[in-house]
């Protein structure tokens, strides 16, 4: 009861003013003649407070309007927002099977390209750190994979299978110091056998003092080692030195494939 009486205290002091108003206008009028200074004084209160209580009851009534249209306007706006979170998701789920598509379109016509029998697989676990430069895939001894198969990407070579489980392997990257593959520039043939560094760069060891090769210049596989392919990219000269003293220069090579960015490739088996 407190409660009601604190809640709607301007509104029942208003009433209770115009009650009064009321009360003192009718013992005016009961003498005859002019209105004396005090009936019209307690007009004039009278019809101020009656014009107050007007503009209070019309403001009360406007808040009330005024709250039921926000109300409404702000479960509008969160389904609104509900919804565009929805379509932001289904864009990006979308996007990613486009992008996806296009991965495993490239690897498609990779695999067209070779007679021999290939597979795929999805990175489940990547480690292109300074001490490890590995990664696992879905494939293993169960799906026909052994040790030292080309392990390819539709713009150049990887690595090679490693360690075989039954249902995944480890691919020990071409970025794996333990790594090195027979190469040849494309532009002159000259030779040279890069060799992984532990770090996103490869050297080329064994390119004579004297052979033509320039950054920009592409390296591609030989296959003379015995594991990949003749032909294939393997990177891009970087950086090109000598030394007065040397026999060989100093080369630096970037891998044609990302390796920190893998997420299927393709496993050349050998029949």
Known sequence: MKGFFRRYRPLLTGLLVFILFLELLSLGLKKPGEPDFVSKFVIKMGVSAA????????????????????THLRSENEGLRKEVAHLQGEKTA????????????????LRQSFPSPSVTARVIASDPSTWSNTLW???????GLRENLPVIAANGIIGRTWRIEGKRCQVLLISHPFSAVD????????PGIAVGTSGKLLEVKYVSYNADIQPGDVLLTTGLEGIFPKGMRIGLIEDVSKEESGLFQE??????????????VLILLKE
């Open 251 to 264: 080369v630096i090579l970037r891998p044609s494939v990302a390796l920190d960015q893998l997420e299927e």
């Open 137 to 143: 895939i879905d494939q293993g001894k169960e799906d």
């Open 51 to 70: 014009s107050i209580f007007h503009q209070a009851a019309e403001a009360i009534q406007n808040f009330g309007k005024n709250y039921i249209f926000l």
């Open 94 to 109: 979308l996007l990613e099977a486009l992008l996806e598509n296009e991965r495993l379109k490239g690897l498609l016509y």
């Open 183 to 190: 190469g040849m520039i494309q532009r002159t043939r000259a």
